[in-house]
């Protein structure tokens, strides 16, 4: 879902690169427009994705429906433009009006078009979901009872709030059902903590109490 979400972000890029190439033509060479369709077609248009946008605005959470409903929103907004500047066209007969919405429009749907690029390729690399960062999440682990130590944590995202984890985690000797128990609550605390639902929990014997606590990788230090 992820790459087609991509695909077509990419794809409206090059729409919106292409409508300001015409844009460019457009001025240097400007063409008149007849307002009469410019006004009907905008009223129709805006009537349709506007209610489209209002049918999405619920479920704007998962990526894909807010990638439709900014595409939406944006050509609602276009329609508005293009009205708008129909009747300015009609008043005044100024030809520079034409290209000059479409430039507005054209950038608009770039930038629209950005945050939805950016997230797609953070889900298609599985990275690391924004707004967490690792330590944090570490130390939120340890908190569970009868954690003596967490390591080799990995996190990253699979969609939109669906986040996965991995990581070793250092227990007393016990039995199972008890070490069951603290995989849970660890489940159960970065569930409640960072909405991280998919967590692969690997119990290591603990070693000696000063030896355990959090363990995290050192900051990568440039040789001097």
């Known amino acids: 879902m992820s790459l087609g ?5 990419l794809g409206v890029v090059l729409v919106a690169a292409g409508l300001l190439y015409e844009v460019y033509q457009r001025f240097r060479h400007p063409q008149v427009v007849g307002t009469g369709w410019m006004i009907g077609v905008s009223i129709v248009a805006l009537a349709v994705n506007g209610g489209i946008t209002l049918a999405l605005a619920r479920g704007r959470r998962d990526l894909n429906i807010r990638g439709m409903f900014i595409h939406n929103l944006g050509d ?22 034409d290209p000059a919405l479409g430039a507005i429009i054209g950038l608009f749907v770039l930038w629209s078009t950005i945050g939805i690029l950016r997230e797609s390729g953070n889900i298609l690399l599985e ?15 340890l908190k569970v009872p009868g954690v ?24 007393p000797d016990m039995h199972m059902d008890e070490s069951e128990r603290i995989v849970t609550a660890i489940c159960h605390q970065l569930d409640s903590e960072f909405h991280i639902s998919h967590v ?21 230090e440039t040789p001097k």
């Open 200 to 220: 692969t929990v690997q119990l290591e014997r603990a070693g000696l109490p000063q030896d355990a606590g959090l363990f995290m990788p050192e900051p990568f």
């Open 5 to 9: 979400r991509l695909l077509i972000a």
């Open 148 to 171: 003596r130590e967490v390591h080799d944590i990995h996190i990253w995202t699979l969609g939109t709030d669906m986040h996965a984890l991995s990581c070793h985690v250092r227990v």
């Open 76 to 97: 609602s907004f276009s329609n508005v433009g293009v009205l708008i500047g129909a009747f300015i066209l009609r008043a005044t007969g100024a030809t520079w009006i």
């Open 127 to 141: 990275g690391l979901p924004a707004g967490l960062a690792v330590e944090s999440v570490a130390r939120s682990i």
